[in-house]
């Protein structure tokens, strides 16, 4: 879509244009081109950060993580408002295991767009590796009960594996039993089939204890 918008008013129509380009060859997967085109909307404006925000997304399809970070970070300081670069900056800071600056990325993301689902989803992955379950578990929680987060299956995978380390049998029996409906064929299958046996089992003994 274009962004002739309010906020950007001022940009030259050379640099839009420029940007324009870029998207249509990306949506062409002509990532190389498109590079080329957000560079030359950079050049001419280098406040416009909706092509830094670009360019960090094909650095990152490159699987230059520096670069895309370094793009990203250059889009915040001129929109602090892009909720694409704080998101997709945590998620790369996610992936390089530096927690600090993922969490203060996605919990931007999140205040940004209050209705997205994916920041509470990585902020979620970020607490389980940091092996902090209460609030893996809300980040998830959050997430499953945004629009279209029920129709997710690896929120509802990440809640059962959750519930189950917490001995809420109940609960990791719904969400992995969802899981599984919404992800039939998933590799893990059989494995969750196990896992809801062995919970299931527990709960029987449980009750007779």
């Known amino acids: 879509p274009g962004i002739l918008n309010a906020k950007w008013a001022n940009v030259p129509k050379a640099a839009i244009g420029h940007y ?3 998207l249509k060859l990306v949506r062409g997967g002509n990532d190389r081109g498109a590079s080329s085109e957000f560079g030359l909307a950079v050049e001419i404006w280098p406040a416009f950060a909706p092509a830094h925000t670009e360019i960090g997304r094909i650095a990152q399809r490159a699987g230059n993580l520096v670069a895309s970070i370094k793009a990203w970070t ?3 300081r001129y ?3 892009d909720f694409e670069a704080h998101l997709n900056l945590g998620i790369a800071y996610l992936n390089l295991k530096k927690y600090v600056e993922a969490e203060n990325a996605l919990v931007n993301a999140a205040h940004l767009d209050p209705t997205a689902i994916t920041p509470h989803y990585y902020l979620g992955m970020l607490f389980v590796l940091k092996n902090d379950l209460n609030i893996a578990q809300k980040a998830f929680e959050t997430a499953r009960e945004l629009k279209g987060g029920k129709s ?3 929120i509802h995978k990440y809640l059962g594996r959750i519930y189950k380390k917490k001995d809420m ?5 719904r969400e992995l039993e969802t899981y599984l409906k919404l992800a039939p064929a998933a590799e893990d299958a059989e494995k969750v089939r196990k896992d809801i046996s062995e919970l299931k089992a527990k709960t029987i003994k449980n009750a007779f204890v």
């Open 20 to 22: 324009e380009n870029g």
């Open 74 to 76: 250059t889009a915040i």
């Open 79 to 81: 929109d602090k408002s």
């Open 152 to 154: 997710l299956p690896n």
């Open 169 to 173: 049998e109940k609960e990791a029996i």
